[in-house]
Nanobody, 120 residues
């Protein structure tokens, strides 16, 4: 059974830091690229950060560059999102996503999401 379980959400003050984690099971984690998406109230889901299966390449949406860092531990089947200098506009539900392209098709899995709020 495939599972992606996010954790680490909560309430944080502006300028604060937070680390989200996603624990994966039920599939070959080390073969999958991993992504963090977020969805704020009334907005579409947005790709925030992604990392290749080996962890050698990362990409970020412009709004979080220099503040967020995605990393993974293939030995522990986990992916993390370290966030600093948080802003109220970072408030959202954050989702972990696994993606593997198989030629013209792909496998993808989603976590249930974890909410955090940036507010004073």
């Amino acid at each position: 059974q495939v599972q992606l379980v996010e954790s680490g959400g909560g309430l944080v003050q502006p300028g604060g830091s937070l680390r989200l984690s996603c624990a994966a099971s039920g599939f070959t984690f080390s073969s999958y690229a991993m992504r963090w998406y977020r969805q704020a109230p009334g907005k579409e889901r947005e790709l925030v950060a992604r990392i290749t299966s080996t962890g050698d390449i990362t990409n970020y949406v412009d709004s979080v560059k220099g503040r967020f860092t995605i990393s993974r531990d293939n030995a522990k089947n986990t992916v993390h999102l370290q966030m600093i200098s948080l802003k109220p506009e970072d408030t959202a539900v954050y989702y972990c996503n696994a993606l593997l392209y198989r030629g013209s098709s792909y496998d993808t899995f989603w976590g249930q999401g974890t909410q955090f709020t940036v507010s004073s």
